[in-house]
């Protein structure tokens, strides 16, 4: 079985891979232990900067639909807190982290592209947390919290309750993602961004990251605690199962009932 992800090192920059294209690259449970475990390693390491990468149309397409079945809430809020796991690892490291979002970045693949310290897009991709479209809590993997803290509440509020993607331009207007570069220039822009915060001061930037993370205020855990409680609770609702048959099975729009 092909690996979900690589984990490459040169010159003091580390890149994780996501490479499993064809499911564009869906949060499986493999991918996401694969994921922990690969930044855990970047974690040990003594790279100077990570860039999180991957391979195909997609950036990331958010949890793995096969594995969306019916659990009790008892073992769906584990699975859900798991699922934080690498957006902690990421806002934990104490070297810039830089999303490369070649395709679209949608659900827990938003996620973790907001998680990072820079996001560099290519031209005409779309970013979101779409989970209201099929009935869960807007507030996913991390959406909750950075969100509102990277774009205006009110963009925040549309976006997590319309489920509204955003194309690329726009994302970057709103300070969404850092700089957008067309296709062919993607890797130029990325590899010029990461050789200048490789050549500045590991020391520093590890308290200047961190001291920016503290500003957001000391309450990140209590949100992903409320997101984990959402989403366990909205897994369970008929409105959940009724968007994944109109999403996903009969392409149609959903009919939510308050269920």
């Known amino acids: 079985m092909t690996a979900p992800l690589r984990l490459e090192s040169k010159d003091g920059i580390a890149t994780i891979t996501l490479a499993q294209p064809e499911r564009m690259n869906a949060l499986s449970l493999e991918m996401l232990e694969a994921l922990v475990d690969a930044l855990d390693a970047v974690g040990r390491g003594d790279d100077r900067v990570l860039i999180l990468a991957a391979q195909g ?127 062919e220039s993607l890797d130029e822009e990325v590899a010029a961004l990461a050789g200048r915060l490789r050549s500045g001061p590991p020391i520093a930037l590890a308290f200047t990251k961190r001291a920016i993370r503290r500003s957001l205020d000391l309450g990140r855990d209590a949100e992903f605690d409320y997101e984990v409680f959402a989403q366990v609770n909205c897994i369970q609702t008929e409105d959940h199962r009724e968007g994944v048959r109109a999403f996903f099975d009969e392409k149609r729009a959903p009919v939510f009932r308050g269920r």
């Open 57 to 183: 149309r997609a950036f990331c397409a958010g949890a793995d639909r096969a594995e969306m079945v019916e659990r009790a809430p008892s073992e769906w809020e584990p699975i859900v807190n798991r699922y934080l796991d690498p957006v902690r690892r990421i806002a934990d490291l104490d070297i810039p982290v830089i999303a490369r979002l070649q395709g679209d970045t949608v659900g827990g693949g938003f996620g973790l592209a907001i998680a990072c310290d820079f996001r560099v897009a290519a031209e005409g991709i779309r970013l979101g947390a779409p989970f209201v479209r099929i009935g869960l809590a807007g507030c996913d993997m991390s959406a909750g919290y950075y969100l509102p803290r990277l774009v205006p509440l009110g963009v925040a509020t549309e976006m997590m309750m319309t489920g509204r993607l955003v194309r690329a331009d726009e994302a970057l207007a709103l300070g969404l993602v850092h700089r957008v570069a067309a296709a």
